[in-house]
């Protein structure tokens, strides 16, 4: 049949749009825009869509995908019986529609015809009625026995996925029975189609509780995807794998039924290497995820768990690439330096590569999982791989190691000495790649269980030496980082005995190589290696600095992160060696440092932002001149805009944008908003160094003062956390210029004392209640990192200036408080995706220290005003002492209860037999000795600050404290610093009630433990204790008069930690016992 007028001319301007010519299709779009606007060119495409036997298919295909462009804007105007006639004609096409391309078309354009008549039914829950042929039309088909025809039914749902959300909720369990049947379906075709259209749905639902009624389907869902799996099938498996991530952040129990399938299904595919290494990654996503929103439920389920670990393990075992190369994905230096050599594991420029999958996949697990269950099962298979005669078991043992530092910290400090050997052993194994797999765990361990790992610093530091002479560069290279991580806190006399050829060493290696990657950790490593030594690097000073200066002149782009790591370094050997030492290399490390700026380079700003933060605290006013050129340019990269619009790239099935339902030009149109990261991090290093500018240039900050909080307390507001955290730990800094022009310094201040007149200038008293008030408003962030830093930061401006400065904001601070202790604050709140078990597998929150140390201020600060307030936040701080909790919670508690003990004295009367005693009796004998040690200090202070009220305790609490007397000091900081507080708090008992000590029996004891080996904090406490008791001659001191000669000779020495006052002190009282 030929078409009409009408039609045929469309016809002809839509065939336009098919050819590859792009000036015909935009001559066609301007001549059809203003023939859409009529809505007679609905008819005339549907005549041109049934005209099969003249009209191509793709002119067909194309009519339709107009039509449905076009078709939201008409509909409105068509009376009923037209709408009718339109809706019969195009079920009509759908039933005789032999192309699939024109018939999916057409199934879109149902389905939005569809949701317009749905959503504009003024009853939801009737709006399906409007269309009642259509869901006749879906269920006819579903039951055809046509395979051709069952399919078309799911498309049809598929594409109707948000009008069935939405408006079909009434027929959802019709719809189970159909998707039902669709998924058992004999053939493949209509398999898929149900499988697609039925995950379309589960991720629309979600979150919603309606989920419950389709979760039933998540087993023959993945019935489906795993034959389609083992056909090699990998559109659908990666759809059902999309489904199911989205599954994971389900509240539903019904859904977290169903976790123990996904995740083995998800396990299946990652150990597949016939699939694509993408969809293997989206399966190694699917169970991140679910460790993230589930992890009590995965970390409960041992042969879950247990399989998932084996499998992870498995693929790095068989994977030919690096296990250690996740340090250096990052940088650009390492892939062009090591690609092609052995072990490099060749992958597209950022694809995941096998080794990397499974890595980030357990370092997740590592990371949301409870310790109490993963920690285990994971370093128990370390062990025994560690333990085979086959290398790549070796180096899968080693390197899973590494990968598990930074989740499982807090229980792989527990059993370094355990541990350690083993890494000491794979450090020297014959095979490079476990070799360098043992650098990779010595870094991630240095890097992550501080300070317990410094300790081991004689045997750790002559490894690295030598393996930094390792024929395998990348074992060079990986040397060098732990070095880094390593250093980085060790103190002066851990790295002495290495320092000198370690130098020497690192700057040979900088010279000899030509690897951008080698040069850049030797730098790394370097740098760290200086703060590490302090002053005694100053004799390498000249000879680095001269390294440096060569690279800091570097201006090829390719060079740019090398030419930053030696401005960092520059800055790391001014921390090192201080002001007098590295004034005369100030100059040119700014210079490079400013010149950095004028490159378009967000790195080497980054890395001049640090150099400046650096730079200022160690020159301080030498500083100074330079702020009224750099405060302006960093409060204008603070102030910028890290939202950009960008042209849009245009999208598959948004063809023909010119010909939508828009009746003019878009002139915004096309444009994406994309977030600038580079210059986040940017803003980052500009708002720490601003931060340490006003922190460390004094009075001179002041006149920048305003533009700075101005612009800190905007950015405050920004959308991304990392931008949150540097400005609340940068806003307590502002503080500073203001106490040292109008305070000279310091701010005189009495505890508790807020009825006198305040100490606070008028100046400072403004900038505190600003910055005050911004940092209450941070703490209800939903980001803990932010809390915690604003808890910091308001420790911080307290303690500096006293209880007026924490009046304006008191209430709402201590309910802020509070809430962070009853985990009721916003940070805290995030969904639990249906765990329904207590927080007893908790880990350890970082942030809650910072919260526990804000509590010991208030104690600190407002003191007996904060008595009132016991009631309320002592229950909370409990339950973080309970043995079910981590050590580090039990640590933080008891630490809290010794803090506000000290600070409030008396106070703490009324809750000291039920809270304060129980509460520290436990700690001692607690498994942990960072809990035995605050246990030790809690019961020191009480006792000093109840006085004779307690003393009938004495022998309790002394025989609870006798254990931690027959600690090995030499187990590491630790253990030392346990027996140090339990000997000052045997010093502050004996001080306050010397008569209910049995001194005869004690002081032998304490003696023995003396001199301190690591609080040195206790030494006043602990000789001025002895000073007394010798004042008086007391009899049972001058029976160990030899005793106490050695403790006091030794106190006094030149090598000792006391301060010089005090050895003054000890030096007469040792003359006064000869």
């Known amino acids: 049949?030929?078409?009409?007028?009408?039609?045929?001319?469309?016809?002809?301007?839509?065939?336009?749009?098919?050819?590859?010519?792009?000036?015909?299709?935009?001559?066609?779009?301007?001549?059809?825009?203003?023939?859409?606007?009529?809505?007679?060119?609905?008819?005339?495409?549907?005549?041109?869509?049934?005209?099969?036997?003249?009209?191509?298919?793709?002119?067909?295909?194309?009519?339709?995908?107009?039509?449905?462009?076009?078709?939201?804007?008409?509909?409105?105007?068509?009376?009923?019986?037209?709408?009718?006639?339109?809706?019969?004609?195009?079920?009509?096409?759908?039933?005789?529609?032999?192309?699939?391309?024109?018939?999916?078309?057409?199934?879109?354009?149902?389905?939005?015809?569809?949701?317009?008549?749905?959503?504009?039914?003024?009853?939801?829950?009737?709006?399906?009625?409007?269309?009642?042929?259509?869901?006749?039309?879906?269920?006819?088909?579903?039951?055809?026995?046509?395979?051709?025809?069952?399919?078309?039914?799911?498309?049809?749902?598929?594409?109707?996925?948000?009008?069935?959300?939405?408006?079909?909720?009434?027929?959802?369990?019709?719809?189970?029975?159909?998707?039902?049947?669709?998924?058992?379906?004999?053939?493949?075709?209509?398999?898929?189609?149900?499988?697609?259209?039925?995950?379309?749905?589960?991720?629309?639902?979600?979150?919603?509780?309606?989920?419950?009624?389709?979760?039933?389907?998540?087993?023959?869902?993945?019935?489906?995807?795993?034959?389609?799996?083992?056909?090699?099938?990998?559109?659908?498996?990666?759809?059902?794998?999309?489904?199911?991530?989205?599954?994971?952040?389900?509240?539903?129990?019904?859904?977290?039924?169903?976790?123990?399938?996904?995740?083995?299904?998800?396990?299946?595919?990652?150990?597949?290497?016939?699939?694509?290494?993408?969809?293997?990654?989206?399966?190694?996503?699917?169970?991140?995820?679910?460790?993230?929103?589930?992890?009590?439920?995965?970390?409960?389920?041992?042969?879950?768990?247990?399989?998932?670990?084996?499998?992870?393990?498995?693929?790095?075992?068989?994977?030919?690439?690096?296990?250690?190369?996740?340090?250096?994905?990052?940088?650009?230096?390492?892939?062009?330096?090591?690609?092609?050599?052995?072990?490099?594991?060749?992958?597209?420029?950022?694809?995941?590569?096998?080794?990397?999958?499974?890595?980030?996949?357990?370092?997740?697990?590592?990371?949301?999982?409870?310790?109490?269950?993963?920690?285990?099962?994971?370093?128990?298979?370390?062990?025994?791989?560690?333990?085979?005669?086959?290398?790549?078991?070796?180096?899968?043992?080693?390197?899973?190691?590494?990968?598990?530092?930074?989740?499982?910290?807090?229980?792989?400090?527990?059993?370094?000495?355990?541990?350690?050997?083993?890494?000491?052993?794979?450090?020297?194994?014959?095979?490079?790649?476990?070799?360098?797999?043992?650098?990779?765990?010595?870094?991630?361990?240095?890097?992550?269980?501080?300070?317990?790992?410094?300790?081991?610093?004689?045997?750790?530091?002559?490894?690295?030496?030598?393996?930094?002479?390792?024929?395998?560069?990348?074992?060079?290279?990986?040397?060098?980082?732990?070095?880094?991580?390593?250093?980085?806190?060790?103190?002066?006399?851990?790295?002495?005995?290495?320092?000198?050829?370690?130098?020497?060493?690192?700057?040979?290696?900088?010279?000899?190589?030509?690897?951008?990657?080698?040069?850049?950790?030797?730098?790394?490593?370097?740098?760290?290696?200086?703060?590490?030594?302090?002053?005694?690097?100053?004799?390498?000073?000249?000879?680095v600095a001269n390294l440096m200066a060569k690279l800091m002149q570097l201006k090829d782009e390719k060079t740019f992160s090398l030419r930053g790591r030696a401005l960092e370094c520059m800055g790391h050997i001014a921390i090192a060696v201080g002001k007098d030492t590295f004034r005369p290399y100030f100059q040119s490390t700014m210079q490079c440092a400013c010149e950095g700026l004028t490159f378009e380079s967000t790195d080497l700003h980054e890395f001049a932002y640090a150099a400046f933060a650096n730079l200022s605290k160690v020159m301080g006013d030498e500083f100074s001149p330079v702020l009224q050129e750099l405060v302006p340019h960093l409060i204008t990269v603070i102030s910028q805009d890290e939202g950009q619009l960008e042209k849009a790239e245009e999208a598959q099935g948004n063809q023909f944008n010119a010909l939508d339902d828009s009746d003019e030009e878009d002139e915004e149109g096309g444009y994406v908003m994309h977030i600038r990261t580079a210059l986040l991090e940017s803003k980052k290093g500009a708002i720490t160094a601003i931060g340490e500018m006003a922190a460390h240039s004094g009075a001179a900050f002041v006149p920048f003062l305003g533009d700075a909080m101005t612009v800190l307390l905007k950015a405050a507001d920004n959308w991304h956390p990392l931008i949150k955290v540097e400005c609340a730990d940068a806003m307590a800094s502002l503080i500073v210029p203001c106490v040292a022009q109008d305070h000279g310094g310091e701010i005189k201040w009495e505890k508790g004392d807020i009825a006198g007149a305040s100490p606070l200038s008028a100046n400072t008293t403004q900038a505190v209640n600003v910055i005050m008030k911004a940092l209450v408003v941070l703490m209800q962030d939903d980001t803990k990192e932010v809390v915690g830093k604003a808890c910091e930061s308001i420790q911080s401006i307290i303690e500096l200036c006293g209880p007026h400065s924490f009046a304006s904001v008191a209430n709402e601070c201590l309910e802020n408080t509070y809430a962070l202790l009853a985990k009721e604050a916003p940070c805290q709140q995030l969904e639990d995706y249906g765990e329904e078990f207590g927080d007893e597998d908790d880990d350890h929150d970082a942030f809650m220290t910072s919260v526990c140390d804000l509590v010991g201020s208030f104690g600190r600060v407002m003191g007996h005003h904060f008595v009132q307030y016991l009631p309320k936040f002592l229950p909370p701080i409990c339950e973080y002492a309970k043995s079910s909790r981590p050590p580090s919670d039990r640590s933080m508690a008891v630490g809290c209860l010794g803090e506000l003990a000290q600070e409030l004295g008396a106070g703490i009367s009324e809750y000291w037999s039920n809270v304060f005693y129980p509460a520290a009796i436990a700690g001692l004998a607690d498994s942990d000795y960072s809990v035995r040690r605050n246990a030790a200090f809690c019961i020191g202070v009480s006792c000093e600050g109840l006085g004779e009220s307690v003393a009938s305790q004495y022998g309790t609490m002394l025989q609870a404290m006798s254990p931690l007397f027959g600690i090995d000091v030499n187990d590491g900081d630790t253990a030392a610093a346990c027996v140090d507080n339990a000997s000052a708090a045997v010093a502050r008992m004996i001080t306050t009630s010397p008569s209910s000590v049995p001194l005869a029996q004690v002081l032998p004891v304490v003696l023995k433990a003396l001199p301190l080996k690591n609080d040195m904090t206790e030494n006043e406490t602990v000789y001025n204790c002895l000073f007394g008791l010798l004042e008086k001659n007391q009899p049972d001191l001058i029976t160990n008069k030899l005793e106490l000669s050695r403790v006091f000779a030794e106190a006094a020495s030149e090598a000792s930690n006391v301060d010089d006052d005090l050895k003054e002190k000890l030096k007469l009282a040792l003359q006064s016992l000869h």
């Open 1 to 543: 049949m030929a078409l009409s007028a009408d039609a045929a001319q469309m016809a002809t301007y839509l065939a336009a749009l098919t050819h590859p010519d792009t000036n015909a299709i935009r001559q066609a779009e301007i001549a059809l825009k203003p023939i859409l606007k009529n809505s007679q060119c609905v008819p005339a495409m549907i005549e041109v869509v049934k005209s099969r036997e003249t009209q191509n298919d793709a002119v067909r295909h194309v009519t339709v995908i107009v039509l449905r462009k076009r078709i939201i804007g008409h509909l409105a105007k068509f009376d009923a019986a037209t709408k009718a006639a339109l809706r019969a004609e195009l079920l009509s096409i759908l039933q005789t529609e032999s192309s699939r391309p024109v018939r999916n078309g057409v199934v879109a354009l149902v389905a939005t015809v569809c949701k317009v008549e749905a959503d504009g039914s003024a009853d939801s829950s009737q709006a399906a009625a409007g269309w009642p042929e259509l869901f006749q039309f879906i269920a006819a088909a579903a039951g055809d026995t046509h395979p051709e025809a069952r399919e078309l039914a799911f498309l049809l749902l598929g594409e109707m996925t948000e009008t069935i959300g939405i408006h079909l909720k009434p027929q959802f369990v019709t719809l189970v029975s159909l998707f039902s049947a669709g998924l058992s379906d004999g053939d493949i075709k209509v398999q898929n189609a149900s499988v697609k259209a039925l995950g379309l749905l589960l991720s629309y639902l979600s979150d919603e509780d309606d989920i419950d009624t389709f979760a039933p389907l998540i087993p023959p869902i993945l019935t489906v995807a795993e034959a389609c799996r083992a056909r090699n099938d990998e559109e659908i498996v990666s759809t059902t794998l999309d489904v199911l991530y989205d599954l994971c952040f389900s509240p539903s129990q019904a859904v977290a039924a169903h976790m123990t399938t996904i995740v083995k299904f998800s396990q299946i595919c990652m150990a597949d290497s016939n699939l694509e290494m993408g969809v293997r990654d989206s399966a190694a996503l699917v169970v991140a995820t679910m460790a993230e929103s589930r992890p009590k439920h995965l970390g409960r389920d041992v042969p879950l768990l247990t399989g998932l670990l084996e499998t992870i393990f498995n693929l790095i075992e068989n994977s030919d690439g690096s296990a250690a190369g996740a340090l250096f994905e990052s940088n650009p230096a390492w892939k062009e330096d090591f690609e092609g050599t052995e072990g490099y594991d060749e992958s597209e420029d950022g694809a995941t590569t096998e080794t990397g999958m499974a890595q980030g996949t357990l370092d997740m697990l590592a990371c949301e999982v409870p310790k109490k269950f993963i920690f285990e099962p994971v370093v128990s298979r370390c062990m025994s791989r560690l333990g085979s005669t086959d290398p790549k078991q070796r180096k899968a043992g080693i390197a899973c190691l590494g990968v598990i530092a930074e989740g499982c910290a807090e229980p792989l400090r527990e059993n370094l000495a355990q541990v350690m050997p083993h890494v000491f052993k794979a450090a020297g194994d014959n095979d490079a790649r476990v070799r360098e797999c043992a650098c990779f765990a010595l870094g991630q361990i240095s890097e992550h269980c501080q300070p317990e790992v410094l300790s081991y610093s004689s045997q750790i530091l002559p490894i690295v030496f030598a393996l930094l002479d390792d024929a395998n560069i990348a074992v060079q290279a990986t040397s060098c980082y732990v070095l880094e991580m390593f250093c980085e806190r060790l103190e002066p006399d851990g790295v002495r005995p290495l320092l000198d050829p370690l130098v020497k060493k690192l700057a040979s290696m900088l010279e000899a190589t030509n690897k951008r990657s080698v040069q850049e950790m030797t730098v790394a490593a370097l740098a760290a290696t200086a703060v590490a030594a302090e002053e005694e690097f100053a004799p390498y000073v000249p000879g």
